[in-house]
């Protein structure tokens, strides 16, 4: 289902842009609601993926989302007016979509928390992701007890010393997603490959990922890092695969003085 707020676009000018929200997998888009709260001076849309039947379908709905909103601007003939520029903002799997979107063009910025170019790894590069092994065994453990592989899942997100601090709690409840649509999920997850497209990339992309993350390692960053030509990267010191929760705050900030530094170059 696209989420897509025509009625503030006539009636809430915005200065600064829009954001479009991806969420990773198997969480909800309220996960971003703290931070969009933080962000008032930019229109926000988002796309809910959590009953997509297909990888297929997955892809096409970030597209439609996209496309809307640039026939939006066409036959407002406002371009820019309310929405400004599109800044694409995606955690994890949504940051993989985020990429991919940005490869086609259709992205004047990219915020990626905790994303990778390609997320399924050689045994050589399991500094860089995981095996696909471990991926088709979360699809098969779907099948058997779906809320054992997601509560799993979610254990590898925090470091120790995060879930101690309760970040955990921050998560939306376990069953937002249909289980065909984390199967899809996750089958994106073992075939996109954004890696030989990344230098195409033109846009700027601020990217945000935690030195102790186990699902997307560090590594993937810097490897971000040194092929996207106009790429920022904050680390987040001792910090697992949710780098923005309970540190909204300082996400906001950063992400806002970026995005002024770009569009006063």
Not at 44 to 54: G, K, L, P, Q, R
Not at 108 to 121: E, I, K, M, S
Not at 200 to 205: A, K, L, N, T
Request: hydrophobic share 40%.
């Amino acid at each position: 289902m696209i989420v897509l707020d025509t009625d503030s676009v006539k009636t809430q000018p915005q200065t600064h842009g829009t954001i479009l929200w991806l969420a990773g997998w198997s969480m909800p888009d309220a996960v971003f609601d703290r931070l969009r709260e933080l962000l008032p001076d930019f229109h926000h849309v988002s796309v809910d993926y959590s009953d997509a039947d297909t990888p297929e379908e997955m892809l096409l709905l970030t597209e439609i989302t996209v496309g809307n909103y640039l026939y939006l601007d066409c036959v407002t003939c406002r371009t820019w007016t309310f929405h400004g520029p599109l800044l694409i903002c995606g955690w994890s799997l949504g940051g993989l979509l985020a990429l991919r979107l940005a490869a086609k063009g259709f992205a004047d910025g990219l915020v990626l928390f905790a994303a990778t170019a390609r997320f399924t790894r050689s045994k050589e590069e399991t500094d860089l992701g995981w095996v696909d092994i471990y991926v088709r065994k979360m699809i098969t453990g779907l099948a058997q007890d779906r809320k054992a592989v997601e509560t799993k899942f979610r254990q590898l997100m925090f470091t120790e010393s995060e879930w101690e601090a309760g970040l955990g709690e921050g998560l939306p409840p376990i069953d937002s997603w249909t289980t065909s649509a984390l199967v899809a999920g996750l089958q994106i997850l073992r075939s996109e490959e954004c890696l030989s497209q990344l230098k195409s990339i033109s846009c700027p992309v601020f990217l945000v990922h935690g030195t102790e993350d186990s699902i997307c390692p560090y590594g993937a960053a810097s490897e971000l890092m040194a092929q996207l030509p106009k790429a920022k990267l904050l680390t987040i010191p001792a910090c697992g695969h949710a780098p923005f929760l309970g540190r909204e705050d300082q996400i906001a900030d950063e992400l806002r003085r970026w995005w002024h530094e770009q569009q006063n170059k």
